[in-house]
């Protein structure tokens, strides 16, 4: 299976969260390059800082979308992990492939639901292998 | 992990990278796999469900519920359904589970619902993310 990583950029995924698409930031990107990179690629994950994403309405957790022209599903998770937050309680983070193999989603869980306090990095991540 | 490149992807810039794919979720804090042949009661929104004492949630507002349920609506199926289906699969054994991580399995309308669950130390069980397979 291929997965597509190119980024097309429109309003469909977007008009599902009320939130604007925004390029992905540095600290997301260095976490997701990370997180695929230790799932066992083997070779360097590319993701430029131009692809968009929109903020899932996940009450401050952290999770992202990517954003595509096209109506898509969850498929596949693709790396999995977690980090204790500054407040002790303990995070999951899940990079989601869709149903035709491109990146889908960066999901954080926070498990009492609350607001991330510090956004980790990836040092401070532990791989959990599939 | 054993075995060679199940998958590939391909970035930007035409690199393909080998992926070893795996389908199983694999939690630190103890797995349970459960399944159930279809979706039942197990309680409304907000209550345990079942004998449970314990408290099951799916977000703590509703826009996090949302977020919760996000892959079963996109995959068609019916979100009641779904948290039914979880709920009579958690409330029997909510009780006796191990605080922390757990995760299970329910089906609904045909499909494999993967559910992950996490115990507080007051018996409230939180279900953070629910995948469609």
């Known amino acids: 299976m291929l997965l597509n990583y190119q980024m097309e950029q429109s309003m469909s995924d977007e008009s599902r969260f009320t939130s604007q698409a ?3 930031r540095e600290e997301e990107r260095e976490l997701i390059v990370s997180m695929l990179s230790r799932a066992h690629y083997r070779e360097p994950v590319i993701l430029p800082l131009e692809t968009q994403v929109i903020d899932m309405q996940d009450g401050g957790m952290g999770g992202i979308r990517f954003v595509r022209s096209e109506s898509r599903h969850f498929g596949k998770e ?4 977690k980090y204790m937050d500054a407040d002790g309680v303990p995070v999951s983070i899940t990079i989601n492939a869709d149903d035709r193999g491109g990146l889908f989603e960066l999901d954080f869980w926070k498990v009492d639901f609350s607001a991330l306090k510090h956004y980790p990095r990836p040092l401070e991540i532990e791989f959990e292998a599939q | 992990m054993a075995g060679g490149p199940l998958d590939e992807i391909t970035v930007p810039g035409g690199a393909k ?4 794919g795996g389908g199983s979720i694999g939690w630190l ?7 159930t042949g279809s979706a039942g009661g197990g309680g409304g929104s907000g209550s345990g469900g079942g004998s449970s004492k314990s408290k099951i949630r799916f977000g703590s507002n509703a826009n ?11 995959a068609g199926i019916d979100k009641k359904a779904a ?3 979880i709920r009579a699969d958690l409330a029997p054994k909510a009780d006796s589970m191990p605080e922390g991580l757990t995760s299970g399995e329910v ?5 494999t619902l993967r559910y992950n669950a996490f115990k507080l130390p ?11 397979h």
């Open chain 2, 29 to 35: 804090y103890g797995m349970i796999n459960c399944r």
């Open chain 2, 64 to 74: 996090q519920e949302y977020h919760t349920f996000r892959h079963v609506g996109e």
């Open chain 2, 83 to 85: 948290e039914d289906a």
């Open chain 2, 17 to 20: 990278l080998g992926f070893w």
């Open chain 1, 78 to 81: 693709l790396a999995r992990g």
């Open chain 2, 107 to 111: 089906r609904v309308a045909g499909k």
């Open chain 2, 122 to 132: 007051d018996g409230t069980i939180n279900v953070g993310r629910i995948t469609v």
């Open chain 1, 22 to 24: 925004r390029q992905l």
